[in-house]
């Protein structure tokens, strides 16, 4: 469990002038008193906005002061929502009952679980869907800690913040409505999807998961890219290597064949035992690099991890924000109660990444081509610079330039289509 947020000096005197001026009720407050809370509510997310506008100062008259103690429920599943919480200062969790079928044939087939949907701090809110939706509570609020809130009852809410709210949430579904494995579904269902995702949002080369955790999770892009990288151990020293092998070589009885092509198979062996990586006695003897390699970058409507998340395996990868980006975070286990036939498309047809000796070959065979093109390149220039073999340095230019060689598809360069699926 996270623990609450400490606030610092300036934001702990801002949290205690808002509290002081909540502190009185709605009917007692005058003009004063709520331009005050205005000024006070200006900047916090939830009013970003109305700020200071004609409906912020309406909204301000309404707003009211509420505290819980650690394990107490805020609001319940299933019951009528009458009002908005934004968190002040505290930490909230939210969870959420799933009736699961047991497959037993008796009374108690279905059996209720519940399952955590994650936690809310300072500058969330919540309970805001039934309000938009008329629906009851599609979850349970209980404060972890000492908890203060700002509650926003449903008349002042319709009024002033609704079509917001309203709007945020369609812009979501119609997003979602774009996206291949969504297409085609029902708006009733998206609604009930799209009111249980999240939308975050990533700084550039900001981590969004890291290699060897568990991700529950399925993630849409809406906005930016995200690089998918994975480290790998390379041989350090080859030539050390090289000779190892060779002196394993050279004990054998080779015959007339095999003698007369020993370079090339030496060669063949090498870049098999370099694409398998360092061996025990590598890693003994320090024989060994850690590279960060670049699998690809998603851009928006990629979904990921959905083959890790669908047989809930540990990331052997890391997603990181290549620019400022915003995606959506859908529970996994929400597709597959809402759901079920894409929930089993998407485990049906996501892919792993290849493996690590694959993905060595690659590398090696990538910086293989990059070399090339730069020695053409520099042989071009040395050319031009020494005035020489102008028709070999034409030549060598239409080389470079050529898009058949530059988009040349080498034969370790596999696809990714299948990890996963992009609009058409």
Not at 18 to 43: F, G, Q, W
Not at 89 to 112: A, E, F
Not at 129 to 134: D, E, G, K, R, T
Not at 217 to 240: D, L, S, W
């Amino acid at each position: 469990m996270k623990l609450n947020k400490h606030l610092d000096d300036e934001d702990a005197e801002q949290f205690e002038k808002i509290k002081a001026a909540l502190e009185i009720p709605p009917s007692k407050r005058d003009e004063k008193a709520n331009l005050e809370i205005m000024n006070l509510t200006k900047n916090l997310k939830i009013f970003e906005n109305i700020s200071c506008s004609i409906e912020h100062q309406n909204i301000s008259k309404a707003l009211i002061l509420e505290a819980y103690k650690p394990n107490q429920v805020i609001i319940k599943q299933g019951e009528k929502g009458e009002s908005l919480y934004y968190i002040l200062h505290g930490l909230v969790s939210m969870q959420l009952s799933i009736q699961i079928d047991t497959g037993i044939k008796d009374k108690s087939q279905v059996v209720s679980v519940k399952k955590n949907l994650g936690e809310l701090s300072d500058g969330e809110f919540f309970g805001e869907v039934s309000l938009i939706y008329n629906i009851p509570r599609t979850a349970t609020a209980t404060a972890l800690t000492d908890t203060t809130l700002i509650r926003i009852d449903k008349h002042p809410f319709n009024r002033y913040l609704k079509h917001l709210f309203e709007g945020q949430l369609e812009d979501l579904i119609e997003f979602m409505e774009l996206c291949p494995i969504f297409r085609g579904m029902s708006k009733d269902l998206l609604i009930h999807l799209g009111i249980r995702a999240k939308v975050k949002k990533f700084a550039t080369g900001q981590i969004i998961l890291k290699a060897e955790s568990k991700c529950d999770n399925i993630y849409i892009i809406r906005r930016g890219t995200v690089k998918v990288t994975k480290e790998i151990k390379f041989i350090k020293n080859e030539q050390k290597v090289k000779k190892r092998q060779l002196r394993k070589t050279k004990s054998q009885i080779l015959s007339f064949e095999e003698y007369k092509n020993r370079k090339e198979l030496e060669k063949q062996k090498m870049k098999e035992i370099l694409s398998f990586g360092p061996t025990t006695k590598d890693l003994q003897e320090n024989n060994y690099i850690n590279k960060e390699i670049t699998l690809e970058v998603l851009k928006i409507g990629d979904i990921f991890p959905s083959y890790y998340a669908c047989n809930e395996l540990f990331l052997d990868i890391q997603f990181e924000s290549d620019n400022p980006c915003e995606l959506i975070e859908i529970d996994i286990s929400n597709i597959k109660e809402i759901i079920p036939e894409t929930y089993e498309f998407i485990k049906k047809y996501a892919r792993p990444y290849p493996d690590e000796p694959f993905l060595r070959r690659f590398h090696y065979i990538n910086e293989s081509w990059l070399k090339f093109k730069k020695d053409v390149k520099f042989k071009i220039m040395a050319d031009a610079l020494n005035k020489k073999s102008i028709k070999k340095n034409i030549l060598r230019q239409k080389i470079y330039d050529n898009k058949d060689l530059n988009d040349v598809k080498l034969p370790m360069i596999f696809n990714f289509n299948n990890q996963r699926m992009k609009f058409k």
